[in-house]
């Protein structure tokens, strides 16, 4: 798993009984195979396949209103830079998931977009997956939101990890928001161990 620190995809792959490792520039959350480093260096060490989380933080359209900083920096065509390697790997199959991002309109259109809430999670976040030779995830568990009032009168729907009111995240700020945020959710790791194992 490229670009991943919390180890929950890979724990899922080895529960299975896939030999799976976790590799990012972080030390892994979870005890387990890991490889503390930068993903590029051993991209050719001879995968089966690659679940590639790189961080969003240059590309995610969250941060839009940051953009013409990150470009004037050439921190958005590093991390661009960085996402087209991860897609054009020497691997035979790729899951490459990034929230809503300029990935979409600077390389190519997502495969697949997912919930949490497809896979059995309490939880809205929109992901969306660029494939290589897999195919496009199975919902396995559809979890129902709450219908709430927003301030302007109407129904919408909400799940535990947002607010009633604008639909936004709950978690308050924190420096460690990014990495709780970034951390894929148990229910969508087992389904691509499941289902791409």
Same mark, same amino acid.
């Given at each position: 798993m490229a670009c991943e620190y919390s180890g929950r995809v890979r724990d899922a792959f080895l529960?299975?009984?896939?030999d799976a490792w976790?590799?990012? &520039?972080l030390p892994t959350e979870q005890a387990g195979p890991h490889i503390q480093g930068d993903v590029l260096d051993v991209l050719g060490d001879g995968w089966d396949l690659m679940i590639a989380h790189p961080p969003c933080t240059h590309l995610a359209v969250s941060g839009a209103a940051h953009f013409a900083k990150k470009i004037a920096s050439g921190e958005q065509q590093e991390a661009l830079d960085f996402v087209r390697r991860l897609l054009e790997a020497p691997i035979k199959r790729i899951a490459l998931e990034n929230p809503v991002s300029i990935i979409s309109s600077k390389i190519r259109k997502p495969d697949q977009m997912i919930h949490p809430y497809h896979f059995g999670e309490d939880a809205s976040k929109r992901t969306c997956l660029w494939l290589k030779n897999l195919p496009k995830l199975?919902?396995?568990?559809?979890?129902?939101?709450?219908?709430?009032?927003?301030p302007s009168g109407k129904e919408a729907m909400r799940?535990?990890?947002?607010?009633d009111n604008f639909g936004h995240?709950? &978690?308050?700020?924190?420096?460690?928001?990014?990495?709780?945020?970034?951390?894929?959710?148990?229910?969508?790791?087992q389904a691509m161990a499941k289902q791409w194992g």
């Amino acid at each position: 798993m490229a670009c991943e620190y919390s180890g929950r995809v890979r724990d899922a792959f080895l529960a299975l009984g896939h030999d799976a490792w976790s590799c990012d &520039l972080l030390p892994t959350e979870q005890a387990g195979p890991h490889i503390q480093g930068d993903v590029l260096d051993v991209l050719g060490d001879g995968w089966d396949l690659m679940i590639a989380h790189p961080p969003c933080t240059h590309l995610a359209v969250s941060g839009a209103a940051h953009f013409a900083k990150k470009i004037a920096s050439g921190e958005q065509q590093e991390a661009l830079d960085f996402v087209r390697r991860l897609l054009e790997a020497p691997i035979k199959r790729i899951a490459l998931e990034n929230p809503v991002s300029i990935i979409s309109s600077k390389i190519r259109k997502p495969d697949q977009m997912i919930h949490p809430y497809h896979f059995g999670e309490d939880a809205s976040k929109r992901t969306c997956l660029w494939l290589k030779n897999l195919p496009k995830l199975r919902p396995t568990q559809f979890v129902e939101p709450r219908i709430v009032v927003t301030p302007s009168g109407k129904e919408a729907m909400r799940w535990a990890n947002q607010c009633d009111n604008f639909g936004h995240d709950k &978690l308050p700020p924190s420096a460690d928001r990014w990495k709780l945020r970034s951390a894929t959710y148990p229910g969508i790791a087992q389904a691509m161990a499941k289902q791409w194992g």
